[in-house]
T-cell receptor, first 115, second 116 residues
Framework: ETGVTQSPTHLIKTRGQQVTLRCSSQSGHNTVSWYQQALGQGPQFIFQYYREEENGRGNFPPRFSGLQFPNYSSELNVNALELDDSALYLC??????????????FGNGTRLTVT | DQQVKQNSPSLSVQEGRISILNCDYTNSMFDYFLWYKKYPAEGPTFLISISSIKDKNEDGRFTVFLNKSAKHLSLHIVPSQPGDSAVYFCAADLMYSGGGADGLTFGKGTHLIIQP
């Protein structure tokens, strides 16, 4: 059983640029969630995708967008990068939309640095 | 405004003793709570959970206690082992948010250090 894989592991971008982060879900999981973890903070919910549709969104601006593909892999896109977007971005997959039915399985994250 | 608080950034415990990690929450609507463990350069891994209809859940060396009236939960690890050294995150959720996911609300984490 392969776990959640994220790419790239590290990325450096300049303010104002755009970035795409990728995630492959764990086999059999149809739900993917993205979290942002700033230094010294806990992960913060960005959004969740279920069967290719956005199923909920945290307090993030529209320049954070996502996609989920038929094979349940996912992308997180961030436009007009700001310095505060520097963080660890975590992708998590699950069997179901509710954490009660299935805990989140996290990838190792992508460390994004915006200069 | 932090809805889930872990007030101890770090905790040092001797190997073999009990580790107690604490977590407080402010939103009384939360009804499901989870603990995640995170090693450096890895993503968080699920450890144990508890729903608000229970006050205790046990899994091997790990026990989570929930005090709803105090809006407080704790994770007990007995006995503590060197491999338990990690950052522990407390998270809260709404089981039935009614239309769309709200995601987990995490605390800032507690770095547990098990000393030999």
């Amino acid at each position: 059983e392969t776990g959640v894989t994220q790419s790239p592991t590290h990325l450096i971008k300049t303010r104002g640029q755009q970035v795409t982060l990728r995630c492959s879900s764990q086999s059999g999981h149809n739900t993917v969630s993205w979290y942002q973890q700033a230094l010294g903070q806990g992960p913060q919910f960005i959004f969740q995708y279920y069967r290719e549709e956005e199923n909920g969104r945290g307090n993030f601006p529209p320049r954070f967008s996502g996609l989920q593909f038929p094979n349940y892999s996912s992308e997180l896109n961030v436009n007009a990068l700001e310095l505060d977007d520097s963080a660890l971005y975590l992708c998590a997959s699950s069997i179901d939309r509710s954490s009660y039915n299935s805990p989140l399985h996290f990838g190792n994250g992508t460390r994004l640095t915006v200069t | 405004d932090q809805q889930v608080k872990q007030n101890s950034p770090s905790l040092s415990v001797q190997e073999g003793r009990i580790s107690i990690l604490n977590c407080d929450y402010t939103n009384s609507m939360f009804d499901y709570f989870l603990w995640y463990k995170k090693y450096p350069a890895e993503g968080p891994t699920f450890l144990i959970s508890i729903s608000s209809i229970k006050d205790k859940n046990e899994d091997g060396r790990f026990t989570v206690f929930l005090n709803k009236s105090a809006k407080h939960l704790s994770l007990h690890i007995v006995p503590s082992q060197p491999g338990d050294s990690a950052v522990y995150f407390c998270a809260a959720d709404l089981m039935y948010s009614g239309g769309g996911a709200d995601g987990l609300t995490f605390g800032k984490g507690t770095h547990l250090i098990i000393q030999p």
